[in-house]
């Protein structure tokens, strides 16, 4: 798991925490409902933070849809890792704090992009659904 070599105890500290609620729909949607809160009051306007935003929602969605028994094509090692990426950017005490102006939603971010990173071909998997469910339902 590449996430590891970071060597971040806050993010393994998330991972643990993930594990305690990955099979409790209830907990996952709650823990949905603080993203959803989250990313409201986080400031995306930088140019360089809007493809983060989508990649919140993404994982958002994902987590939903396996949450509502809708969506089950991925693996427990991939929703683990979706779910300690989204603990980490909701806990504001983290490697770096986010309360910092500037930097405190770097490693935030850099944990983001490499839990997509190494679950890109579950997350591709799960953008395909989600597509085919779009052009059924309509």
């Known amino acids: 798991m590449q996430i ?10 998330a991972l ?10 209830g907990r996952l949607i709650l823990l949905l409902t603080t993203l959803a809160r989250k990313l409201k009051q ?9 493809q983060v935003k989508e990649k919140f929602f993404i994982l958002g969605r994902l987590l939903r849809a396996y949450a509502q028994g809708e969506y089950r094509a ?6 683990l890792l ?3 990426a989204i603990l980490y950017f909701i806990n504001p005490i983290d490697l770096l704090p ?12 850099a ?7 190494s679950i890109g071909a579950d997350i591709d998997n799960f953008l395909m659904w989600e597509k085919s469910r779009m052009t059924t339902s309509s």
């Open 4 to 13: 590891n070599s970071l060597n971040n105890r806050f993010f393994q500290i």
């Open 16 to 25: 643990e925490k993930a594990s305690r609620i990955l099979g409790k729909p």
């Open 42 to 50: 986080t400031d995306f306007t930088k140019e360089n933070t809007v």
């Open 74 to 79: 991925v693996p427990w090692k991939s929703l």
């Open 82 to 84: 979706v779910v300690a």
């Open 98 to 109: 986010d309360l910092m102006p500037v930097v405190g939603l770097t490693d935030d971010f």
């Open 111 to 117: 944990v983001l992009f490499m839990v997509y990173k």
